[in-house]
T-cell receptor, first 116, second 115 residues
Framework: AQKITQTQPGMFVQEKEAVTLDCTYD???????LFWYKQPSSGEMIFLIY??????QNATEGRYSLNFQKARKSANLVISASQLGDSAMYFC?????????????FGDGTTLTVKP | DTEVTQTPKHLVMGMTNKKSLKCEQH?????MYWYKQKAKKPPELMFV???????INESVPSRFSPECPNSSLLNLHLHALQPEDSALYLC??????????????FGAGSRLTVL
């Protein structure tokens, strides 16, 4: 079975500051992918960043970086220089190559509020 | 512009109505998905079509009926829904296959209210 745990239901950050959103996972699959999605109040889920289980380097995409610690089974999202438009719900997800019939497993999400 | 287009954006229907949600993608993706999402909750998988064949049905009630006419289109037919079916319905697509690297590309969603 696969499981994603996001322990922060809500987070606040000051504009222009950095923020870390926590994600831990559990899987028996030796090959898997980890994803972060952003969902603004409009509803659309937007893909932010991907990390493969065999990737040696942490993934980065602009202001987003993924702090991947395989031994600790954690995949935290770091947003640098927060902007008001970053206020949204953020979901961590994973997808195994061999288990769970290729379905994505989502965490419960973290609501991020950026304060001016 | 989103690469997965969902229509309608909003739908209000009575419990005896029949309606359909539509989803279209032109990215050449071979897997398409329907998710149901309640407020402040993660999306719940309903159906997966892989190479135009239904590959996953997450024990969804028969009042929801999916259809995949071709590799670009995905429909969700709705009939005799209940008020608890009110939710945001998200369509997504991915390149296909069981790679762990398949990113889901979501549409903007159809917000359904059942009266």
């Amino acid at each position: 079975a696969q499981k994603i745990t996001q322990t922060q239901p809500g987070m606040f950050v000051q504009e222009k500051e950095a923020v870390t959103l926590d994600c831990t996972y559990d899987t028996s699959d030796p090959s898997y992918g980890l994803f972060w999605y952003k969902q603004p109040s409009s509803g659309e889920m937007i893909f932010l960043i991907y990390q493969g289980s065999y990737d040696q380097q942490n993934a980065t995409e602009g202001r987003y970086s993924l702090n991947f610690q395989k031994a600790r089974k954690s995949a935290n999202l770091v947003i640098s220089a927060s902007q008001l438009g970053d206020s949204a719900m953020y979901f961590c997800a994973m997808k195994g190559r061999y288990t769970n019939a290729g379905k994505s497993t989502f965490g419960d999400g973290t609501t991020l509020t950026v304060k001016p | 512009d989103t690469e997965v287009t969902q229509t309608p954006k909003h739908l209000v229907m009575g419990m005896t109505n029949k309606k359909s949600l539509k989803c279209e993608q032109h990215m050449g993706h071979r897997a398409m998905y329907w998710y149901k999402q309640k407020a402040k909750k993660p999306p719940e998988l309903m159906f997966v079509y892989s190479y135009e064949k239904l590959s996953i049905n997450e024990s969804v009630p028969s009042r929801f009926s999916p259809e995949c006419p071709n590799s670009s289109l995905l429909n969700l037919h709705l009939h005799a829904l209940q008020p608890e079916d009110s939710a945001l319905y998200l369509c997504a697509s991915s390149p296909g296959g069981y790679s762990g690297a398949n990113v889901l590309t979501f549409g903007a969603g159809s917000r359904l209210t059942v009266l």
